[in-house]
């Protein structure tokens, strides 16, 4: 079964850097574009990064556009999120995302989240 199984939360300070990670298994990791979302109570999941199977193209949230890199590794089923200049409003739960198709069926797939909280 799929598994993405997300890693490399905490508590930092504003301006510094943590990067994520996102264990995947359970499907053929280099077919299928992989995403970072984020949530805080009381809002809809936001989508933060996006990159292709095979990492040829990224897209960003304007939000962290030039702060967040998103890169994958698909000899390691592995999908990271590198943050840096961190900011109080960065705080919130990151989740691990994909969609899978499946004899034309799709399958959402999330990860049971990493909390980001970013305070002095």
């Known amino acids: 079964q799929v598994q993405l199984v997300e890693s490399g939360g905490g508590l930092v300070q504003p301006g510094g850097s943590l990067r994520l990670s996102c264990a995947a298994s359970?499907?053929?990791?280099?077919?299928?574009?992989m995403n970072w979302y984020r949530q805080t109570p009381g809002k809809e999941r936001e989508l933060v990064a996006g990159i292709t199977g095979a990492g040829a193209s990224t897209n960003y949230a304007d939000s962290v556009k030039g702060r967040f890199t998103i890169s994958r590794d698909n000899a390691k089923n592995t999908v990271y999120l590198q943050m840096n200049s961190l900011k109080p409003e960065d705080t919130a739960v990151y989740y691990c995302?994909?969609?899978?198709?499946?004899?034309?069926?799709?399958?959402?797939?999330w990860g049971q989240g990493t909390q980001v909280t970013v305070s002095s």
């Open positions: 995302n994909t969609v899978v198709v499946q004899y034309g069926v799709r399958y959402v797939y």
């Open positions: 359970g499907f053929t990791f280099s077919r299928y574009a």
